[in-house]
C-alpha cells in the first residue's frame, strides 16, 4: 500500500514443520547479524598486527618457562595479572600470591621444561595458548617428571600489556596408565 509504514518491532509467525509457531523480529534479526558480524571482525585481526601479537605472546612463554626454571619470582609477579587463577596437575586452585610464594619458597624446581607444540589462537583481546611441556622436577606433591599439556590465557590490559589470568595443566598419560588420583 502506498503510503503504508512497517513496523519493524512487529513479529513474523510462521509455523513450523513440526507444528510450532516462529516468532522472527526483523529489526532484531538485524541487531543480532550486525553484531555477530563486529565480534567476527574483531576476532580476526589484521594478519599483521596478529603476527606481532603472536611474537609478544611466544616470548611472555619464554619469560615464563625462565621464571619458572629461574625461581625469577619478579619476572613472574610481571606476567601474571592481580586476579590470576590456576589449577594444577593435581587438581588445586592457586591464586597469584600463593603462585609467587611457592616459587620464592623453592617448592618447585625443575631441571628440565621443554616446550613443544604450542598453539597460539587469538580472541579480540584475548590470547590462548596450548602446549606440551615435558619436565623433570619437582613441587610441594613431590615428583612431577614427565609429559603435560597445559593452556594459558592471556589478556591485553587497559595500558596494552599482555597478562596470565589462567592456566591449568594435565599430565599426559601412556595409553594403560591409571591415574594416582581416584
Known sequence: MPGATTNLWKPICRRTAHGLTLAICPALALALAVSAAAVVGQAGMPRGQKHESRHEIDQLEETWREAVMKGNTAAMGNLLADDYMAITASGTLQTKDQTLESLRAGRVHFTTLDISDRKVRFYGTTALVTSVADVQGTTSDGDVSGSY??????????????????????????????????
Open 149 to 182: 599439556r597445559y593452556t594459558r590465557v592471556y589478556v591485553r590490559d587497559a595500558t596494552g600489556a599482555w597478562k596470565v589470568v589462567s592456566f591449568e595443566v594435565s599430565k599426559i598419560r601412556e595409553a594403560g596408565e591409571r591415574s594416582e588420583h581416584k
